[in-house]
């Protein structure tokens, strides 16, 4: 088990520029998370995936936002037209069905300039 | 909307000293988290409380969740540097309801020093 593994861990980017990022979760754990976290932030919940099946989205994510999980292994992130707020850390975790305990990756920490 | 409010939000403390840290809600959760965060890096888990009134204890640890399940406390004695960290909380919503995201706190930065 080489727990969560998140790339890139480190992008910058232009403004208006789309990005991708990439989560491979513990295997044998089902659900995947997407969190967004800024400096002296929590982390800020954007999706939840079980299985391939994206089941919750948060309403603060805006439609440049898209995220997918095909066979219900890895996941992506993609930021499109990229704005300077979209500046910060993109943490991935997983967990198995029935329990509350995450499994974060180490992130990915998005510059845009 | 669930808010977990963390207190104090910055600690510095020498080595030996003990400390307490808080987070609160008016709002109850089916069971909360304690997380461990170090720069760069995504957070740990040290432990869940479910029950409340739970008291669970991690080496020099002590976490406890309140009775009705609104608020938790993680108490840590003799700090060491390696304790250094920002300390995050998250409620997990009622089993029951569709939800499945945590609500985090925005946390306490710790700082030992030797």
């Known amino acids: 088990d080489t727990g969560v593994s998140q790339d890139p861990r480190h992008k910058i980017t232009k403004r208006g520029q789309n990005v991708t990022f990439r989560c491979d979760p513990i295997?044998?754990?089902?659900?995947l998370y997407w969190y967004r976290q800024t400096l002296g932030q929590g982390p800020e919940f954007l999706t939840y995936f079980q299985n391939e099946a994206q089941l919750e989205k948060s309403r603060l994510l805006s439609d440049r936002f898209s995220a997918e999980r095909p066979k219900g292994s890895f996941s992506t992130l993609e930021i499109q037209r990229t704005e300077q707020g979209d500046s910060a850390m993109y943490l991935c975790?997983?967990?198995?069905?029935?329990?509350?305990?995450?499994?974060f990756g180490s992130g990915t920490r998005l510059t845009v300039v | 909307t669930q808010l977990l409010e963390q207190s104090p939000q910055f600690l510095s403390i020498q080595e030996g000293e003990n400390l307490t840290v808080y987070c609160n809600s008016s709002?109850?959760?089916?069971?909360l988290q304690w997380y461990r965060q170090e720069p760069g890096e995504g957070p740990v888990l040290l432990v869940t409380?479910?029950?409340?009134?739970e008291v669970k204890k991690l080496k020099r640890l002590t976490f406890q969740f309140g009775d009705a399940r609104k608020d938790s406390s993680l108490h840590i004695t003799a700090a060491q540097p390696g304790d250094t960290g920002l300390y995050l909380c998250?409620?997990?919503?009622?089993?029951?309801?569709?939800?499945?995201?945590?609500?985090f706190g925005s946390g306490t930065q710790l700082t030992v020093l030797p």
């Open positions: 295997s044998e754990h089902n659900r």
């Open positions: 975790a997983s967990s198995s069905q029935g329990t509350w305990g995450y499994t």
């Open positions: 709002s109850v959760f089916s069971s």
């Open positions: 409380v479910v029950t409340g009134g």
């Open positions: 998250a409620g997990a919503p009622s089993p029951s309801g569709s939800a499945r995201q945590l609500t």
